[in-house]
């Protein structure tokens, strides 16, 4: 809906577009950052903003949403819990809600209903592994996203290692959809009470009616309480692991990942099951492995190579953006409910195992007799149903003298969200980035040999330029007080010594020409730069600084360097276009390495950006924009050198998200944590897997395992060959989730496994031990 006379404007300089809902505590908007990015922003009512109780209540939701970063969350973006009207803005989320998904086409039934409650286990997975209870799951703040629903709204939700804020005369929730434990004694509420709201949740998804539903929330409490739920009509396979959820006492309940052996093991038309839960057979393997991919894979569309004259690729049409509801009010309830009888409470406990047993006795039923069990063993923190107790990497060594480690390196900024990028040289580990030129670390254990630091505020997506076998490169930004040094040199430094080499002013246009703000690159023992005043490039020695030559643009147009193997290619666009920042009628030319001299021109079909090598041609993506915003890849291209010829081939939709390349298969990982692999030769999907990994760049390859990673250090690895998920980690430090478009964080160094997160933090594990989640 679009904004109300009184609205603001802005809100901490995110211009608002339009207002999503409104409710009790405050108002939802749609707004952008900066770099064109949607954000939904809940600003909080007035009224409270002079409450002190509330403003805490306010802080812990800020501090839960930051903490848990999840596929099925809404990351955070910005907050601002001190503001004279504090706000908080979290990634937008395209979907409705679940609640306006049932009142408006009716209940879900089927493999719908299954990849729901798969989801949303999952969500309860990752919330709690992260040590926050949300205590508010009801169906207003299930959002169903194209990639899996998403749990959002931690208005109430806390911390188990925090003390929980007493709210005197209070019982904060929404009684329907809340368990007896925190209706009774709201203070000593546990992660098994967030399973109760799920098996509500589950009920109300097949029926369009909550087990507890009553005329006032009074009775809807009293129900919770003493009452058994109301589940005739939820599907026979479902109801038991419903019942088993909707435990009086938490601990009868399963916890989240043991309620996802179940849910995993039931059939996978829920609506079809017999009077005896019975499905249609085992669907582990062939279901549970792509829950939330697409139903089928299209036939491939496989054009022949044709020449640099071939139309461009048709965009896929995306799903249109309708904005979610915002969350409901929270309703308050407080009746004297008492307790239950204790007679009844034994019995409650009895029936409840038996309940237990025979949903596990369902899901083996349903799988055709294999073999279910109830366990929270095995390595967690795995998406996608794969305990990951399998070596991501068997063969390769790790570091002389490795253990895990953890370190932050020094000389960050603390107002500026640094990310170092390495690259790992035997057991030497070089990286650079935000306000660090380079350093050299030892891979064993973490100890730091040389830094040099960068005194000025870094350009976002910068990062060290590359290594050779002695030298190190990267980026110098000026002093904010020093006007007169260059704004941005590239540097070498003496890999062994960390004294600096030489430095070049360096130009920055390649952001604009290819999408990647890349502009120098290591090609061999060179490295080739553009100069201060793009125009031409500029080669040189990487150790003495020499230069070997140097190569104009082709008059009228910006360059940028792209490394083809050991080859070189400029990709060049007009200045007109440069400057407008839409470049979509690129050119390559492929650059001699030996002399400089540029080759006849390419035209490529635009908007493009280059991804990576395959057999020795460069594979670039066709970009789909919607409006001026780029609304993910609809295409690929390869280019030959050496035969002058470009091929595209035309992907069967729009996969949006951050993409990156690794032994010649494209992926793209969406911002909530869908990995989808493409093969540049004809665009086909090899496969598609949704990971807990929200906000995740990639791919690191290695070992026939891929690894992603976002920018809370949290990690996933998968196989090459299908995706499976191996293990996953934990968040390692609180911070936003990364940028769309973010350069790979995972290095290699043999099987050892080394993270570069937020605030300059780098931590390193044995690929065959990974840290345990939870």
Known sequence: MSLRAGDPAEIGGYPLEARLGSGGMGTVFLARTSSGRPVAIKLIHPQFAADDEFRIR???????????????????????????????????????????????????????????????????????????????????NVVLSPEGPRVIDFGISRAVDQQTLTITGRVIGTPPFMSPEQLQSPRNVGPRSDVFSLGTLLAYAATGHGPFDADSPYIAAYQVVHQEPSLEDVPMALRAVAESCLAKESHARPSADELLVLLRDLPTDLGQSDARGVGAGRTRDMVTEHHFAPPATPTPVTPAAVTTTAATPTAATPPSATPPSAASTATSAGPDTGSADTSLGRRSRRRRRSVLAAAVAVAVAAIGGGVAALTAGGFGGSSGGDKGNSPAVPAAALPDGFEPWHKAVLGGRPDIPDELRCVARGDALFCGGGSVVATRIRAGDGSRVWTAKSPGVPTSGLHLVGATDDTVLGYRFAAQDAPHDPPREVVAIDANKGRELWS???????????????????????????????????????????????????????????????????????????????????????????????????????????????????????????????????????????????????????????????????????????????????GRKKWSRQTGVEGASGPAAGGDALYFSSATGRVVALSADHGKVLWTTDPQVDALTGEQGASPRVTLAGRAVIVAAAKNSLFAFDAQKPPKSG
């Open 504 to 682: 070049v002013p360096s130009g920055a246009q390649s952001s604009a020409v290819t999408g990647r703000a890349q502009d120098a690159v290591v090609v061999g023992s060179d490295v080739v730069t553009v100069d201060a005043s793009h125009s031409r490039f500029e080669s040189r020695n990487a150790h003495s600084g020499r230069v070997t030559w140097t190569s104009p643009f082709p008059a009228g147009r910006q360059c940028a360097p792209v490394p083809v193997g050991t080859q070189l290619v400029a990709m060049c666009a007009k200045n007109a276009e440069v400057d407008a920042l839409a470049v979509r009628h690129p050119t390559l030319y492929p650059v001699d390495r030996a002399s400089g001299t540029l080759g006849g021109p390419l035209a490529v079909n635009g908007p493009a950006v280059p991804v990576g090598v395959a057999h020795g041609r460069l594979v670039l993506l066709h970009v789909h924009r919607k409006g001026t915003d780029l609304a993910g890849y609809d295409g690929v291209a390869q280019v030959d050198p050496a035969s002058r010829k470009v091929t595209y081939s035309r992907l069967a939709s729009t996969f949006a998200g951050t993409p990156g390349m690794a032994d010649g298969t494209v992926y793209v990982s969406g911002q909530a944590g869908l990995v989808t692999a493409l093969d540049p030769a004809t």
């Open 58 to 140: 306010f802080r812990q939701e800020v501090a839960a949403a930051r903490r848990v970063s999840g596929a099925f969350t809404a990351a955070v973006v910005d907050a601002a819990p001190e503001a004279e009207q504090p706000w908080m803005a979290t990634t937008y989320i395209q979907g409705h809600t679940l609640a306006r998904r049932i009142a408006t086409k009716g209940p879900l039934s089927g493999a719908e209903l299954r990849r729901l409650a798969i989801g949303l286990a999952e969500a309860l997975r990752d919330i709690h592994r992260v040590g926050v209870v949300h205590r508010d799951l009801k169906p207003s």
